[in-house]
């Protein structure tokens, strides 16, 4: 595994425990399988509210347009904020539950516009982590490239790339308490690219009237699904939760927020950790690229190399619609995707579709390489793809990208359910394919032969 400040944002979290709220987190170590034919519950999902009826969608569509008008309107709100502050409640971090999942994770959070557009957050809280009884508690600063934090224990604060903070104990919980589908470059982008979505009705949070949103690949029966309270006041959610329902996994997970300020000025002390009277300061600079800000659903310039040495880059995709796989062979769930995936290549080869399987924390390419010829995999595979996944914000593993033939960031699908997963992946390059042919301009009439004119003009 790779130690330089360059490491990848996977490998550099590098913590054992690490469960993201959409599944098995990148940051996991490799662990032996787990057996998951029995039911998770993660915090139990709670029986769903009987539904008010609502207006119909409009035809032939199963998204309802004022649904799909709220998700809209709060993700215009929340690219427009400047600073965000508010408390916020995990009951558990992670969908798999059992020992591995932080819980009862509470931490209050400020963030703040960084000069690329992105956030730059502070989170100070606590949490329980596995089987400890007393709440382990956190105060870091995460921006994108470094985390610094609190050591009470050495009096010191410490700033590291994320490789190298592993001793720190929180970072178990703050990944989880991301919210990506608040801080990311892409706000609400997965909960608005859901192919089924409807209101649910209103219901307080925290004392704050909510329109709740229900999106999914379905919304009812086996499928995954997000939930989103949006503030009737300000269109910024108080309360997003994520609910896998399949034959093998029934779970969800929850993050809720109260006392929320917009576009407050927020004190230094507040935003940044300043280190105590007598503590030391301990820094160490990542070598990385410099942040690039991207367009609202543009992927960002790449290169990645096959096993081979071949070079695959944005440029050389250009006018394709292309999918690109990020997993591990570490990743039971990505393994087991790779057939259905293959299928779906197979599907649209005829169309021109190209599909990849894009590497991430891995050891080395040898390994990676030896992998897909033990298991036969015939689709093309890019190797060292942590830094394109980190500029993505991809979260968990598997997750796919639907690349456009213009650039642009059509879909992204995160986990991997059964035949749900590869549907919504279709999903994505339909719209895709539809959007090239739409702007793809009308062939020239070719000129007519010498003596062969049309009748009318002769």
Known sequence: MKSS????????????????????????????????EATVHAGGAAPRPQRAEQPQAAANSNQQPEAKALLEKSRDAIAAAKTLEFDLFAPQIGLMGGDRSPKNVKAHMVLTRADTG??????????????????????????????????????????RPFGQARSFKGLQMINGLRATWLSGDRPLGEELAQSAMQLEGVEEIAGVPCDVVLTGTALEGNGSRKKVWIAKSDSIPRKHENIIDSKLINASTSVELSNLKINETIPPDRATI???????????????NKPVKLDKLAVPDFELSMPDGTKVSKA??????????????WSNPSKRSHE????????????????????????????????????NIALPVLIEADSLAERLDVQSV????????????????????KEATMKEIGEGIETA????????????????????????DR
């Open 5 to 36: 400040g360059s490491q990848p944002f996977f490998t550099r979290l590098g913590v054992t425990l690490l469960v993201t709220l959409a599944g098995v987190a990148y940051a996991q170590e490799p662990q032996a399988p787990q057996t998951q």
């Open 316 to 329: 050389s995709l250009a006018g394709s619609v292309a999918v690109i796989q990020f997993w591990g062979t």
């Open 118 to 159: 992105g956030w730059v957050m502070r989170m100070t809280g606590s949490g329980t982590v596995g089987k400890d009884a007393t709440p382990t508690p956190f105060d870091v600063v995460w921006d994108r490239q470094s985390i610094t934090w609190v050591d009470e224990a050495a009096k010191t604060v410490y700033t």
């Open 398 to 417: 598997p997750t796919a990208v639907v690349i456009g033939a213009d650039g642009a960031n059509v879909r992204i699908v995160s986990n991997y359910l």
């Open 433 to 456: 394919l539809k959007e090239a042919a739409e702007k793809k301009p009308a062939a020239e009439p070719a000129a007519p032969a010498h003596g062969d004119m049309k009748p009318a």
């Open 274 to 288: 300043i280190p105590p009277e007598g503590y030391a300061i301990d820094k160490s600079e990542p070598v990385v």
């Open 340 to 375: 259905e995936l293959q299928q779906l290549a197979d599907s649209y080869k005829d169309k021109g579709v190209k599909f990849f399987i894009a590497s991430v924390r891995e050891k080395d390419a040898e390994g990676v390489a030896a992998y897909v010829k033990d298991a």
